[in-house]
């Protein structure tokens, strides 16, 4: 476990020497530009880092992560990072991954958020009131993990009310949004079925999703 500032930064410098070793140039490479062709939107929770856990290297995943993974079309850094990603990268895939184990479905259920916690975490628990019913006879390990899903879901529908991503799909432009969950307990992605890659396929998303 890295505790020491000393120790990141050691850290860090065996792991570049590890990959220019195997690529002497890989670093040169990607100095000179980014072609990612995903976005990610996901939890800052230190258990699901992206890259790794996607096998993925620097330059393959643009990243904006939250308390959450939450889409808000008033929050004007989700807005710019998916902006960026879109309009100026040119992404044709996103992701928006939620996790078992998220400590802000825990607050919501535990009802234990305080203060500006419980304040961002507000849409979250607007969709466990909307849904309590589904709740009832779930044990609370289950309701986490259900409401964990609702909630990927609920941010998925979120983004494609993005301006960014509408825009994308009236200029006909290739876009293609997926919905997973990722088992900090087993290390896997759970693909939630979602792919929507148009308006009508957002049409026919918001008829049968929980929202
Ligand atoms: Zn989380």
Known sequence: MIDDINQLIKKNKAWAEEIT??????????????????LWIGCSDSRVPPNQITGSLPGEIFTHQNVGNLVQLNDVNCMSAIKFALEELEVTNIVLCGHYGCGAIKAIIDNSAEGLLKKWLEPIAHLYQKNKAEFADLSVDLAYKRLAELNVIAQVNSLCRSNAVLDRWANNKTLKIYALIYDVGSGLLKDLGVNISSKADLFEFQRSAYL
């Open 21 to 38: 070793s195997g690529d002497p140039s890989f670093f040169d490479q990607l100095s000179l530009d980014q072609r990612p062709q995903f």
